[in-house]
């Protein structure tokens, strides 16, 4: 069965920084295009970025651009997404993905003073 | 970026009738390839999002014949023959042909009258 678990979300004050980790397991981790996907309160789905298989491309929406860092350890199974910089605009619940078809349940982010 | 719309935004419906969503996109979501990446998923409350529909009507596994999507180039609908309550959710289309970035719809939420 395949499972994706985040963590690592939590409280960060504006300008702040946090990475958020995905394990996962029940599938060849290294053969999937990973991704994150975020959830303002209340709000619709948002793609925030995506990586290949070994890591060497990667994608990200404009907003998060020069901020934010996804990455992999293939190894581990495990991908990670590290936030600087962190805005108000960024609380979010972010979600990490395995090609659409399966999403963890998600880790809360709440940027504020 | 593809910009994607839907309506309606709020859908009341009866249950053991029929509904249907409709997604538009800016642009023709034809890739290249000749295949069309527009997916549907579905968020229950306090749930992740689940996809039901890849490449315009293809049902993912696990998902109830009663749902069906069809469209192409830039009209896209999602339509459930017979609602019934585990359907009550807010439903998303998203586009996968011109990315970076894949881009969602704001959603339509379906809740019983």
């Known amino acids: 069965e395949v499972q994706l678990v985040e963590s690592g979300g939590g409280l960060v004050q504006p300008g702040g920084s946090l990475r958020l980790s995905c394990a996962a397991s029940g599938f060849t981790f290294s053969s999937y295009w990973m991704s994150w996907v975020r959830q303002a309160p209340g709000k619709g789905l948002e793609w925030v970025a995506n990586i290949k298989q070994d890591g060497s491309e990667k994608y990200y929406v404009d907003s998060v651009k020069g901020r934010f860092t996804i990455s992999r350890d293939n190894a581990k199974n495990s991908l990670y997404l590290q936030m600087n910089s962190l805005r108000a605009e960024d609380t979010a619940v972010y979600y990490c993905a395995r090609d659409s078809t399966h999403w963890g349940q998600g880790t809360l982010v709440t940027v504020s003073s | 970026d593809v910009v994607m719309t839907q309506s309606p935004l709020s859908l009341p419906v009866t249950l053991g009738q029929p509904a249907s969503i409709s997604c538009r996109s800016s642009q023709s979501l034809v890739h290249s390839d000749g295949n069309t990446y527009l997916n549907w998923f579905q968020q229950r409350p306090g749930q992740s999002p689940r996809r039901l529909i890849y490449?315009?009507?293809n049902r993912d596994s696990g998902v109830p014949d009663r749902f069906s999507g069809s469209g192409s180039g830039t009209d896209f609908t999602l339509k459930i023959s017979r609602v019934e309550a585990e359907d009550v959710g807010v439903y998303y289309c998203m586009q996968g042909t011109h990315w970076p970035p894949f881009t969602f719809g704001p959603g339509t939420k379906v809740d019983i009258k």
């Open positions: 490449k315009v009507s």
